[in-house]
DNA sequence: GTGCGATGTATCGGTCCGATACATCGCGGT
DNA sequence: ACCGCGATGTATCGGACCGATACATCGCAC
């Protein structure tokens, strides 16, 4: 997942370890927290081997500006190879039992302006499907095994069965918008945050700066 | 976290490996799958080396009938031991900062029944504290970064405040619950799933079958 | 001029997962 | 009478990821 996610990332611009790691935190915060250094340095040195990235030149503009006093080692920018964006269309194309869990699937849809609309369509079905069944055991544990659990524990199941069906209902526009029309965004009725610009982007195509 | 679970519901009953995954997943249900075999074995190992645990003997009622014909080796039952719920009652009473992320929070409250008041209080506005500073996030990501992202991401992260904001308010609930009255209950309006009966079972105290 | 928070790279031990292996039991089908 | 097959049950192994920790530099506020 972390490899799909730096090989995503990378394809929109050359970066280091540290921004690496911001970038991953505003484009997933709704899934998960932020990468740990643990794993991030680890995987691009994992990348790198398999040659998917490679060390980029620092500062590519105004170089041999007073050249190498302090020994300047600092800041690892990596790029994306060929073969690294050949790796990305793979693995964001194949979905496995992983691509719908919790984590898999906010990654996968992190970067569905890069994927071809079946491959979305069939990984919005996967989810819901996943999550559907989810709903139907907490039902389940509700209805048939509910004087066994303690009031908190019910509790808890509630509120875990209210979230799936508000998500199928998620996915379910998601879905439709998707098979007709285009916008990815799920029409809203209260704009519950702040702001309202901004709403309805167009269309997906890819993002900008593609080749700066 | 998996030795708190397992400690709490060895509380409950005494149980073998399979058995306990199963409880597991009907007690957490709402949280994560099941818990994986890879794990759960080496944890009673541990918490047997530990003390913690003990193995019991199996079928206590009528033994001795055909004693040893086949070598009758499978189910291990474990028992908690007095020093076990020692364990478990310190782990249950201090939280660290991984006491509020999603599964350690539901590890929790799955047990709030086996916890005093203040602990859950405490808790439940920790894990509150937690949720506001990610809705936070979510909403500058939103109004500060938003023309950086595509429309698929930006989706997400509207899709992820919305789940802070009602997670939020269901412990904003909870809480109030907490410090007066009882029932840990949250009040609700059109009674999402089937049945009705079981609805605000008597306050807290201890669950059945403490000692069978 | 000095401390201090942000930036930045890196490792280590530990927890947990997913795949896999293997053995037994009860039951239905043929 | 036999066979298969799904549920029950215990167990291990490699790998992914986390949390704590260490350490070094930079800019800037006091």
Redesign the pocket.
Known sequence: ???LAILGLLQESPM????LRKELAAKLGAI??A?????L???L?RLQAAGWITEAAETPATAEEVPAL?SRR???VYKITAEGKERFAQLIGQA???TY?DTGFGVHFAFFARTDQATRLRILEGRRRKIEERREGLRDVLGRAAERLDAYTLELQRHGLDACEREVRWLEELIANERSGRAPTVPRAGTVGGRRDNDSPPPPGESRKERP
Chains 1, 2 share one sequence.
Do not use: C, K, N, Q
């Open positions: 997942m972390l490899e280091h370890g540290y921004e998960r927290a990468i740990s250094y643990g794993s340095y680890p995987t040195r302090t600092g800041r690892v496995g039992p992983e869990d």
